[in-house]
């Protein structure tokens, strides 16, 4: 009988476990910074002026019960569509059974809504229900407001990360992209994701790595 350690020695195996803790910690803090920095790149004293009315009039408001309404909102939220490819059962979009109108969002609205609001405005949502690259204008509005210096995020269920959205959603100027994955498995995944394939979501999460890899971008994170 042999006296080598086995492959996976508890000893050992304990180690690698902290080793990858801390590299999940680090790459964790890494991103924070990256993403605080790219917040903070597109502030301006109006907007940080502005955002110190909202919360002084909110906080006034609760303790004087006397409505106070300063300021203009800094941070707003769009649903680029309320259309999805996917059926997950706890979502009105997956369900196809919304109580609201449905439909793709203008993008004349959306540009008329930024450019009233665009030197107040620190924080753009752009997803609610609904899968936002189904819309064919998303990213053009994505970039327009990049190009009104405003922080976006959105969330995907990453099927349409294909090489030529990866790349346009890296020159939209997109700070923060979520790609949605709920299992390891194509088994467990779909128990929830109904519809949605795993391994393509994988590969549009490993296209987008590469193209900013490729392009040189810090973002999205
Ligand atoms: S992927 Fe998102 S928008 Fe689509 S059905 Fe699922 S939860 Fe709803």
Redo the contacts with the bound molecule.
């Keep these: 009988m042999s006296n080598a350690l086995p492959k996976y020695h508890p000893k050992f195996l304990g180690l690698n476990v902290e080793i990858g803790l801390f590299l999940q910690k680090f790459n964790g803090l890494r991103f924070f910074l990256s993403d605080t920095i790219t917040f903070l790149k597109k502030l301006s004293i109006a907007k940080v002026y502005n955002a110190l009315l909202v919360i002084t009039s909110f906080y006034l408001t609760r303790w004087t019960k006397k409505p106070k309404v300063w300021g203009l909102p800094f941070s707003l939220s769009f649903e680029p569509t309320t259309a999805?490819n996917?059926?997950?059962p706890e979502?009105p979009?997956?369900l196809r059974s919304f109580t609201r109108p449905t439909g793709n969002l203008k993008a004349d609205f959306f540009r008329s809504s930024i450019d009233q609001l665009h030197d107040r405005l620190m924080y753009l949502i752009f997803y609610f229900?609904?899968?936002p690259y189904i819309n064919p204008s998303f990213l053009d509005m994505v970039q327009f407001a990049h190009e009104k210096k405003i922080y976006t995020i959105t969330s995907t269920?990453g099927h349409f990360l294909s090489p030529e959205n990866a790349e346009k959603t890296i020159r939209s100027g997109l700070d923060r992209l979520i790609i949605?994955v709920d299992g390891t498995t194509q088994d467990t995944y779909e128990q929830y994701?109904i519809g949605g394939k795993l391994e393509q979501v994988l590969e549009g999460a490993r296209t987008m790595v590469a193209m900013k890899k490729k392009l040189k971008s810090k973002t999205p994170t």
Aim: aromatic content about 0%.
């Design positions: 999805c996917l059926r997950c979502c979009s997956g229900q609904g899968e269920n949605s994701r």
